[in-house]
C-alpha cells in the first residue's frame, strides 16, 4: 500500500509530454501499472491528464508485449495502429507494438526518445499518439 507514495514523475519526461502537446501532439498511454499505483497517478500527478487517452493493464486485465492489449489502446484511442507512436522502456514491449502494426521506439531517456522522434520524422505530427 505504501508503494505508490514513492512514486514520482521523470522530470525530463514530463518535459517531453508538456513539448509534444503544446506542438499538438495527441497523447495517450499504455500502461503495465499496477491498479493502486494508477489510482494514485491519477489522483497525484497533474501530468496524467495531458493524456486524452489512457489504458492500464490492469483495469482491462491485458498486459504488453500481449498483442491483445495493443489492440484494445488502438481501438481505445481511435486510430489505426500505423498512426501510432509507441514509447516504452521494454525492448520486448518495443518489438510487440512493431509487431501489431504501431511505430515504436525504445525508451532510455527524454533526449534520446526526443531526438529518436526527430530522426524518424515522427516529431512533432499530428498523428503521434
Known sequence: DGIPEHLSPLLDAVALVER???GGVPLAYLSNMPAPYADHLERRHAVVRRFGHGVFSARVRLGKPDPAIFRL???RFGRAPA???FL???PAN?????AC???ALQY???AQAEAGLRARGWWPLDDVV
Not at 518495443?94 to 512493431?98: G, K
Request: glycine letters at 4%; proline letters at 0%; aromatic letters at 4%.
Open 20 to 22: 509534444l502537446q503544446a
Open 73 to 75: 489502446a488502438a481501438e
Open 83 to 85: 498512426e501510432l507512436v
Open 88 to 90: 516504452d522502456d521494454s
Open 94 to 98: 518495443v518489438r510487440a507494438a512493431e
Open 101 to 103: 502494426g504501431w511505430r
Open 108 to 110: 532510455h531517456d527524454a
